[in-house]
């Protein structure tokens, strides 16, 4: 008796499930990379503090006050690029699992804390490890802490793709630029730099103009690059802004380091014992250079990506 009652009743069910249109499948999870962008802008942090080192190493008093100013654009530098990395994974990897990470303040609290953290084990390793009054290495330990931190803040700016390929692009900036400045006698020297003020003058010139141009085109190829395997990735197709906002992300985040350098030679130069104008006049001519980089590769970035999108987008037929 009971066996003709369940049969009717699951009939109406049947039927039911047949008018439903079928579910589409789930597109599957593409990997992301920005894992592997923050392990490598880490790396790079390690290769900038050890190499700071040098800056507390041999004589003591304002040489070294001095030596520590022209090095700690590399580590500030580095420290905001490996902020910046952090922050934006640790906002994305938080946030598919707690949805408030990746929306409005709980986004900037994230990317700010990572950051935060980065600056402060890299404040911790030179208070530990470097040899200095105790006033020089606060100084710098503050300077790096602060990049760390607005790194972080900056790790959190979205669209994720442009902030992503941007510090791509400034890794790689960064490592050229310091490539070139272990080999600048002999670029110098290829650039006409000879004896007189103005033979040298003219050569650091034209080295830093063309190191600039170049670290901008590597700066808008690598941002090109990393936007064109997202968007493959994402299946999506980015228009123009996307690629200029990401080829001018290097260029603004070097300008955003200079500015924190400044604060930090500033406090530096201030606990000189001796008067060291000369310094200070090359210091501030170093640090104008370094500005110009950072503009040069901002503008050079946008338009490489942009020229780079263009040729990928098809011709006109004529009829």
Same mark, same amino acid.
């Given at each position: 008796?009971?066996?003709?009652?369940?049969?009717? +009743?699951?009939?109406?069910?049947?039927?039911?499930?047949?008018?439903?249109?079928?579910?589409?499948?789930?597109?599957?999870?593409?990997? +992301?990379?920005?894992?592997?962008?923050?392990? #490598?802008?880490? $790396?790079? &942090? !390690? !290769?900038?503090?050890?190499? @700071?080192?040098?800056? *507390? /190493?041999?004589? %003591?008093?304002?040489?070294? #006050?001095?030596?520590?100013?022209?090095?700690?654009?590399?580590?500030?530098?580095?420290?905001? &690029? /490996?902020?910046?990395?952090? =922050?934006?994974?640790?906002?994305?990897?938080?946030?598919?699992?707690?949805?408030?990470?990746?929306?409005?303040?709980?986004?900037?609290?994230?990317?700010?804390?990572?950051?935060?953290?980065?600056?402060?084990?890299?404040? =911790?390793?030179?208070?530990?490890? @470097?040899?200095? +009054?105790?006033?020089?290495?606060? !100084?710098?330990?503050?300077?790096?802490?602060?990049?760390?931190?607005?790194? $972080?803040?900056?790790?959190?700016?979205?669209?994720?793709?442009? &902030?992503?390929?941007?510090?791509?692009?400034?890794?790689?900036?960064?490592?050229?630029?310091?490539?070139?400045? #272990?080999?600048?006698?002999?670029?110098?020297?290829?650039?006409?730099?000879? %004896?007189?003020? /103005?033979?040298?003058?003219?050569?650091?010139?034209?080295?830093?103009?063309?190191?600039?141009?170049?670290? $901008?085109?590597?700066?808008?190829?690598?941002?090109?690059?990393?936007?064109?395997?997202? /968007?493959?990735?994402?299946? %999506?197709?980015?228009?123009?802004?996307?690629? #200029?906002?990401?080829?001018?992300?290097?260029?603004? &985040?070097?300008?955003?380091?200079? *500015?924190?350098?400044?604060?930090?030679?500033?406090?530096?130069? +201030?606990?000189?014992?001796? %008067?060291?104008?000369?310094?200070?006049?090359?210091?501030? *001519?170093?640090?104008?250079?370094?500005?110009?980089?950072?503009?040069?590769?901002? *503008?050079?970035?946008?338009?490489?990506?942009?020229?780079? @999108?263009?040729?990928?987008?098809?011709?006109?037929?004529?009829?």
């Amino acid at each position: 008796m009971t066996e003709p009652a369940i049969a009717t +009743s699951a009939q109406p069910q049947q039927r039911k499930a047949a008018a439903l249109p079928p579910a589409a499948p789930e597109e599957p999870r593409t990997p +992301s990379t920005t894992g592997w962008l923050a392990f #490598l802008a880490l $790396g790079w &942090l !390690v !290769v900038a503090l050890l190499f @700071y080192r040098t800056a *507390f /190493a041999g004589d %003591d008093g304002d040489y070294k #006050l001095v030596l520590a100013a022209v090095l700690l654009p590399l580590v500030i530098q580095a420290n905001l &690029l /490996a902020g910046a990395a952090v =922050g934006l994974w640790s906002t994305l990897a938080l946030g598919r699992r707690k949805p408030w990470a990746e929306q409005g303040p709980g986004r900037w609290a994230v990317g700010t804390a990572a950051g935060l953290l980065t600056g402060t084990l890299a404040s =911790g390793a030179i208070l530990l490890a @470097y040899g200095m +009054s105790a006033r020089a290495v606060g !100084v710098v330990a503050v300077a790096v802490g602060v990049a760390g931190a607005l790194g $972080g803040a900056l790790g959190a700016i979205r669209p994720a793709r442009i &902030l992503a390929a941007g510090l791509s692009a400034a890794l790689a900036v960064l490592v050229f630029l310091n490539v070139v400045a #272990l080999f600048s006698t002999s670029l110098l020297d290829a650039f006409g730099s000879g %004896d007189t003020a /103005a033979e040298r003058y003219s050569a650091n010139g034209l080295l830093a103009g063309t190191t600039a141009v170049i670290a $901008g085109l590597v700066a808008g190829l690598a941002a090109y690059w990393r936007i064109r395997r997202a /968007a493959a990735r994402s299946g %999506d197709t980015p228009k123009w802004p996307i690629f #200029l906002a990401a080829g001018a992300s290097a260029g603004l &985040l070097l300008i955003i380091a200079e *500015f924190c350098t400044r604060l930090g030679v500033a406090q530096l130069l +201030s606990l000189a014992e001796k %008067d060291i104008s000369a310094d200070t006049e090359i210091l501030s *001519f170093i640090a104008a250079s370094r500005l110009n980089t950072g503009l040069v590769v901002l *503008f050079v970035g946008a338009i490489t990506t942009t020229i780079a @999108y263009g040729r990928t987008l098809p011709k006109a037929v004529r009829d």
